[in-house]
């Protein structure tokens, strides 16, 4: 099925370093949601974007709706040890109320 | 935020039994939920959609007699997995989408890991 494309697959930082991600797609979507996903546990809603251009931020957290619709990126600023986790991107497209995924990233930050 | 639980969080069974996982949004409706699979370091499957008060939507290649859904209420859509194999072991997870106006989010339960031996 259709998904985002998501890069990097995986990043291995140290602590206090910025961490950004991205997703793409061919495909023009009209919402982007980005979640982080602990070890055993569900996605958690990290930020919601809806308008093209959007940048929105939660906390450390910052994220962009690119203008083309196509993309989205994701950046952590001065990362803690509690990062740690795969970080997803889904966006739906058109009325339809499935989300597309990207694959994930996850990130190692090291104390 | 929109809070969504599942029942249980982990179960061990034995191949050709069925297993029931419940997946209720705790503060909010859900006229429609979503359930996924996850296998080990892969991004969310989508299964089926379930919709309240009719048949839930299959994704290609689910097997709708083997993931049965029914979301028999606004709060609660249940999977069971009939006659369970080691090879449905794996992680699932629902959700839900949750709405404040026309803007969209969709929220997850914490999932539920089935292990088939």
């Known amino acids: 099925g259709q998904q985002l494309n998501q890069s990097p697959q995986s990043m291995f930082i140290q602590e206090g370093e910025d961490v950004s991600m991205n997703c793409t797609s061919s495909?023009?979507?009209?919402?982007w949601l980005w979640y982080k996903q602990d070890p055993g546990e569900g996605p958690v809603l990290l930020i919601a974007?809806?308008?093209?251009?959007e940048l929105t931020s939660n906390g450390r957290l910052t994220a962009q709706f690119g203008i083309t619709r196509k993309d989205s990126f994701l950046n952590i600023s001065a990362s803690i040890p509690s990062d740690v986790g795969i970080y997803f991107c889904?966006?739906?497209?058109?009325?339809?109320?499935?989300?597309?995924f990207g694959k994930g990233t996850k990130l190692t930050v090291n104390p | 935020g929109a809070v969504v639980s599942q029942h249980p969080s982990w179960v061990i069974c034995k191949s050709g039994t069925s297993v029931k996982i419940e997946c209720r949004s705790l503060?909010?409706?859900?006229?429609?939920m979503f359930w996924y699979r996850q296998f080990p370091k892969q991004s969310l499957m989508l299964m089926a959609t379930?919709?309240?008060?009719?048949?839930?939507?299959?994704e290609q290649g689910v097997e709708k007699d083997k993931f049965l859904i029914n979301h028999a209420s606004l709060t609660l859509s249940t999977l069971t997995v009939t006659s369970a194999h080691p090879e449905d072991s794996s992680f699932y997870i629902c959700?839900?989408?949750?709405?404040?106006?026309?803007?969209?989010?969709?929220?997850f339960g914490p999932g539920t890991r089935l292990l088939v031996l």
């Open positions: 889904a966006a739906y497209q058109g009325g339809s109320e499935k989300l597309v």
């Open positions: 495909s023009i979507f009209n919402t």
């Open positions: 503060d909010f409706q859900a006229t429609t």
């Open positions: 379930s919709n309240e008060g009719s048949k839930a939507t299959y």
């Open positions: 959700s839900a989408p949750g709405a404040s106006g026309s803007l969209r989010a969709q929220y």
């Open positions: 974007l809806y308008k093209a251009g």
